[in-house]
């Protein structure tokens, strides 16, 4: 034992090591193996077993099983059961559960956070400091929701059986983002831990049955990926909530393209962290710390691409290597230990290929000097200077503690690197200059931004990303909506694809010369524009063919997408000058209301009253979304710390619209407008019964200051171009309201930029009625959440 003058001279740390006596205890009683949790009842497991190991020391502390079909089946059914029950419940009746778990984690909040630290190998300073305490937060802040989801959401019900896929990451934290919302809103759960960290959602499982929660409303099957599909493939699930790797987002995707599944999706990250020359470097530094080396750097969110400005990168490395050196790296229970094991040999392997690929590429690593635990998978913090943004280390998620850093000389250049990559989760941006430091928040592509702070978590707060980290929000008000679906009125027919034929010139069957001849055209990036082919379709109308459309190919579509990405001014104007072309646009359309409702008329037969009805229904709703425009806003969130933490709802940038053939003109600007007043901009394929009803539109665009590119309109076959504007990456979310048949056909075609899509499943719906044409639910589906995190306070 070191003197106290020892002590003294080093100041070294001695060992502060948490017992797991009682987690012991705990472990030697599920000798015999983790269980599943079905109905209620814990099922023993049965097959092959693996082991479940404790990385930082490799020793076996428990036993797992595979979930089979008949397990899986079983608690399905087990779910089902327990729905309507569940789903009746008064929200009072079912938030006093939620506050019961919440009091029981808390109760047990030590030793979940031993049990969780011998799991997964992260630092129990972490686990009882932030995994635990936010696990408990997150039941507390859904009981809430479960009181109030009647009054707050007029118009939904819940979803049914949910099937959630977990990473190993955040064990317990991770099941809390997805078993809380989910019960809050009525629905019931299915849910897989991952393989790897199976422990606290035994524990939980445990609690579930000490609260007395109704048998079948939770249900957790252990297993692998192979068990993790079997739940999101099943047929009788209705929602897919997955956190995890992007590669198995894309795999879920496409499993359950046309189902009708309702899927949220939290995926990877490779997030900037950028630090300006104002900075207050030493906080900066502090920043990294957490950003990076927090959970051994395996946190989906971590910042680890450090953009740091010319004039101070070369001193902020150097303090960087400094506060490296200090780390302290070793066993996770001891309470001074910054970093403990990642979570497997496996997960460390990959992390240091990804390294050796980093100095192969030419980058320069720096490295904690120190020695390593010689048990357990424990891995040397590190970060990288010299890296291009197109070195493997800057694109692919290392998932381990190992940061890469670049410098910038401008914000625009910051920014350029900043959003030089697939993903968007979240962003770190530090700068003691306020408007600086807003002004990238806003432009940087990520669903958080955290200004001068990073990796806040609340549950208050919704977490998720853009582009190919997902879609779908964890938390907070909007959270909820991942669980919920609205009531809408009754299904209607399930609509057709219909194959179209070029046709060389319209059979009027007149022979007569016309008045002038009208070559039919599409609208893109401002301009009437004559099909890529050169090729028409006869429009059939109520007797006999009316004229000629043009007949669009994929070509027409990528020009279309083309002129909508040049027109981003358009999300950066005013919501009162986007408003305003609205209005605009309402007022060209009533001085042409007798010609739209002729077209009408002539092209689907219906009665000249009914036709004027639809075109006056069509200029109320430009009235009520310009309306909406400078409304439909944020809200500024109450979360634990101190911060303004506000959600904004922002543009997704060039959406896809797929237009159905019931009544055609108000459908279609049902579908344009709302996208249009949340500042995206539409590349839109018409009705392919009745396309004339486009053409007649871009006329009254073209006099209604609509600036160029902001809506195109696309004319042919619908499903034909529908695929092409749903593989398109530039297309950020897409709208499809098609053939029953291609729902599938597009919610496969648009994996490669995972974009979010919206179907109506291909039915028939009742455009003219409010509640299903027309609502805040648009809007909401228009816009993405930004959480912006701003602290306050010296
Ligand atoms: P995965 O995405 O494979 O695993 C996440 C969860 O999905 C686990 O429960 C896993 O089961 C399950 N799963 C795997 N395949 C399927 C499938 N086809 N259908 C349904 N569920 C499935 O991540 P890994 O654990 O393999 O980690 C690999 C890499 O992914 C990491 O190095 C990291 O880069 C990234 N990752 C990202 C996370 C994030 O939050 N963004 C979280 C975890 C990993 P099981 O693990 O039990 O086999």
């Not at 030590?110 to 039941?139: Q, Y």
Request: proline share 4%.
């Amino acid at each position: 034992m070191p003197s106290i003058k020892e002590i003294m001279e080093t100041m070294e740390y001695g060992p502060a090591p948490e017992s797991n006596t009682d987690v012991k205890r705990w472990l030697d009683s599920h000798s015999g193996g983790i269980s599943h949790f079905i109905n209620g009842k814990f099922v023993a497991p049965t097959g092959p077993m693996t082991d479940v190991i404790n990385p930082a020391d490799d020793s076996v502390i428990a036993t797992l099983a595979k979930g089979t079909q008949d397990d899986v089946d079983a608690a399905v059914k087990a779910a089902r059961a327990a729905f309507s029950k569940w789903s009746a419940l008064p929200g009072y009746e079912r938030a006093k559960y939620l506050y019961a778990i919440a009091r029981h984690v808390q109760k047990r909040e030590r030793f979940l956070s031993v049990l969780e630290t011998m799991d997964n190998g992260k630092t129990i300073r972490e686990t009882r400091d932030i995994d635990i305490p936010l696990v408990a937060r997150h039941f507390y802040h859904h009981a809430g929701w479960a009181e109030l989801l009647e009054s707050e959401y007029p118009g939904f019900q819940p979803v049914g059986v949910c099937g959630q896929v977990i990473p190993w990451n955040f064990p317990l934290l991770m099941l809390a983002w997805k078993i809380a919302p989910a019960l809050a809103a009525g629905n019931t759960v299915v849910l897989k831990p991952a393989d790897l960290t199976p422990l606290t959602a035994q524990a939980f499982a445990e609690i579930c049955v000490d609260v007395g929660l109704p048998a079948g409303v939770v249900n957790l099957v252990h297993g692998d990926g192979e068990t993790g599909s079997l739940i999101t493939g099943h047929d009788d699930v209705d929602k897919v909530a997955f956190t995890g790797s992007t590669a198995v987002g894309r795999m879920i995707r496409k499993q359950i393209a046309g189902s009708g599944k309702k899927l949220s999706l939290e995926l990877g990250g490779k997030s900037p962290f950028i630090v300006f020359e104002d900075a207050d470097l030493d906080a900066a530094i502090e920043g990294v710390v957490d950003a990076v080396w927090f959970n051994q750097g395996e946190v989906c969110c971590a910042g680890t691409r450090l953009i740091v400005q010319e004039g101070v990168a070369e001193q902020f490395f150097g303090k960087l290597d400094a506060r490296l050196q200090k780390l302290r790296i070793g066993d996770p229970l001891d309470k001074t230990m910054d970093v403990g094991a990642v979570v497997s040999h496996t997960q460390l392997k990959r992390i240091n290929a990804l390294v050796k690929k980093g100095e192969e590429e030419g980058a320069v690593l720096h490295q904690w000097a120190a020695e390593l635990p010689k048990k357990g998978s424990f891995c040397a913090p590190a970060f990288f200077t010299g890296t291009e943004p197109a070195h493997t280390v800057n694109e692919t998620e290392i998932f381990g503690p190992i940061a890469c850093t670049m410098t910038f000389r401008t914000p625009s250049e910051a920014l350029e690197i900043a959003n030089h990559s697939r993903y968007g989760l979240s962003a770190s941006i530090w700068s003691q200059n306020i408007d600086r430091a807003i002004e990238a928040g806003a432009k940087v592509k990520a669903g958080i931004v955290w200004i001068n702070a990073t990796n806040l978590f609340d549950a208050g707060a919704a977490f998720g990303g853009y582009r190919e980290s997902g879609f779908g929000r964890e938390g907070a008000r909007e959270g909820l909506h991942e669980y919920l679906v609205a009531t809408s009125g009754k299904k209607g027919k399930p609509r057709s694809a219909t194959p179209l034929e070029a046709s060389v010139s319209p059979n009027l069957g007149k022979g007569e010369l016309p008045e002038i001849d009208i070559t039919a055209k599409m609208y893109i990036g401002g301009k009437q524009a004559r099909a890529d082919g050169g090729q028409s379709y006869n429009v059939m109308g109520k007797s006999g063919v009316i004229g000629q459309a043009a007949l669009g190919n994929r070509k027409d579509v990528r020009n279309a997408v083309e002129a909508a990405a040049k027109a981003g001014g358009w999300s950066g104007v005013t919501a009162h000058n986007r408003a305003q072309i609205l209005y605009y646009l309402a007022e060209n359309m009533s001085q042409r209301r007798d010609e739209f409702a002729a077209l009408l008329s002539a092209s689907n037969g219906s009665s000249t009253k009914a036709a004027t009805a639809e075109v006056e229904q069509t200029i109320r709703r430009c009235f009520w979304y310009a309306a909406q425009a400078d409304k439909f806003d944020g809200a500024v969130h109450a979360t634990k710390s101190k911060h303004v933490t506000l959600a904004m709802p922002e543009a997704w940038g060039v959406m896809g619209i797929v237009c159905p053939d019931e009544v055609p003109l108000l459908s279609m600007m049902s579908l344009i407008l709302p996208s249009v007043a949340m500042g995206n901009r539409a590349v839109v394929i018409a009705s392919q019964a009745h396309p004339l009803l486009a053409s007649r539109l871009y006329q009254v665009l073209e006099t209604s200051d609509v600036p160029a590119g902001v809506i195109n309109l696309i004319t042919g076959e619908r499903d034909v171009l529908a695929k092409t504007l749903a593989e398109h990456d530039e297309v950020a979310a897409l709208w499809y309201c098609g053939s029953n048949e291609n729902v599938k056909m597009v919610e496969e075609a648009s994996i490669g930029n995972l974009k979010a899509v919206w179907t109506d499943g291909g039915f028939e719906r009742d455009w003219r009625d409010d509640s299903q044409g027309q609502g805040r639910e648009f809007l909401r589906r228009a816009t993405q959440i930004k959480t912006i995190w701003l602290p306050y306070g010296e």
